[in-house]
């Protein structure tokens, strides 16, 4: 999918930290971009290859500048940069708003400008900015503010992806800082309690996300399986297909950006399956980046269970309809179409596509019911038929 300018969709890629942490290098860098083509996901959407945290060395160079650890980039910033390029995608790097890096590694805190510059020269087209070892007397939005001047006046167009894990009432001053996502949420973990703790966070959210400044619900975990070697991510880790699913449904229900953290050289057929999922990808990107809205479904037991509907209004006039089940046992959902703004007295029906199955459905007036499975969803696609 084309961007029309940076950020104006919720941006797609894939991002080193959830697998891999530490144990970054070119080689994996390029072998990721080598299979975004090859495999696929270049064509379905995803543009971003992202390196986060420890890719430099402990110390600035002695004129200040940022260093590339040489061990595990031996060509170079510009050279990883020029190679991602060159497959026609997008390159991410990763600082932090703090004197420090949450692992350790300098910060970009009073080097901003410099750092943005820095970025530029080596090509990056993404940067997202941590927040850990921030000064206590600093105002998290001012440290925000100057990295996304320093970013605009850098001498490129770089993607600004904030990540203060929903502190502070981001929400409330990101997208006038100039951030074009933002975590709106902690960081998840392989497992389905994480995800559902997440999703369930959002929901009082989705008025704040929209064109160039997307809520970003964190890096998806789909296909990791358990397979991270970072401790707080991998902790009871690995979902199953189901949840995979669900956690991805829902991620492109609520517009956030989709940035994969498997390790996609193994990502085996489900895994792959549900990353390029044609319709619920268009549901995520669709031009105007609505927040969706929910609806709790009568009576109240089937609500305290964990089903929830969530509407999100297309830039057609199509509506996008999750019918989400994150609790323990099956349950019927029932949809009334006067809850999505038709009239009972005109009659407008629904032409309802099953988004994961792939069918129409037929033609249906007033309500529809489905039964979906625990922590399962149904995704599906209604266009308004007029009543004739
Ligand atoms: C966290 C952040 C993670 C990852 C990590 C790196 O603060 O939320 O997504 O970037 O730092 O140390």
């Not at 440290?143 to 970013?151: D, V």
């Not at 991998?234 to 940035?259: R, V």
């Not at 969706?292 to 009568?298: A, G, K, R, S």
Request: net charge negative.
């Amino acid at each position: 999918m084309e961007n029309i300018k940076t950020g104006f969709h919720p941006p797609m890629g894939w991002n080193s930290w959830n697998t891999f942490t530490w144990d970054i290098n070119e080689d994996l860098i390029k072998q990721v971009a080598d299979v975004f083509v090859e495999e696929g996901y270049k064509d379905a959407g995803y543009e971003y290859i992202v390196i986060d945290d420890c890719w430099s060395l402990k110390q600035r160079d002695e004129n200040g500048n940022l260093v590339a650890d040489p061990e595990k980039f031996p060509s170079g910033m510009k050279a990883l940069a020029d190679y991602i390029h060159s497959k026609g995608l997008k390159f991410g790097m990763y600082s932090c708003a703090g004197t420090h890096t949450c692992a350790g590694y300098p910060g970009s805190f009073e080097y901003e400008f410099q750092d943005a510059k820095q970025f530029a020269s080596w090509g990056v087209d993404y940067l997202k900015y941590d927040y850990c070892y921030k000064p206590r007397a600093m105002d998290g939005e001012l440290l925000y503010r100057r990295m996304a001047l320093a970013l605009k006046n850098s001498g490129r167009d770089i993607l600004f992806s904030a990540c203060n894990w929903g502190e502070d009432h981001v929400h409330d001053w990101i997208r006038s800082a100039g951030a074009h996502m933002y975590r709106s949420t902690g960081d998840i973990q392989d497992n389905w309690d994480s995800i559902k703790r997440l999703a369930n966070s959002q929901m009082d959210k989705a008025p704040f996300t929209g064109n160039f400044c997307h809520n970003d619900m964190d890096m998806l975990v789909v296909g990791m399986r358990g397979g991270s070697n970072n401790d707080f991510i991998g902790t009871i880790g690995g979902c199953t297909d189901t949840e995979y699913k669900t956690h991805f449904a829902l991620w492109c229900m609520m517009g956030s950006p989709l940035m994969i953290g498997c390790d996609i050289r193994k990502a085996d057929a489900m895994t792959k399956r549900i990353l390029m999922n044609k319709n619920f990808i268009a549901i995520n990107q669709d031009d105007e980046a609505r927040g969706f809205y929910v609806l709790h479904p009568e009576p109240q037991w089937l609500t305290d269970s964990g089903c929830f509907i969530l509407v999100k209004v297309l830039a057609d006039g199509d509506l996008a309809i999750g019918f989400f089940n994150l609790g323990e046992g099956q349950r019927g959902i029932p949809l009334q179409f006067w809850d999505l703004g038709l009239s009972t007295a005109s009659g407008e029906m629904l032409s309802l596509y099953d988004c994961w199955e792939e069918k129409e459905l037929g033609v249906f007036k007033g309500q529809y019911h489905v039964v979906v499975p625990s922590h399962d969803c149904v995704i599906l696609r209604g266009k308004i038929v007029p009543n004739d």
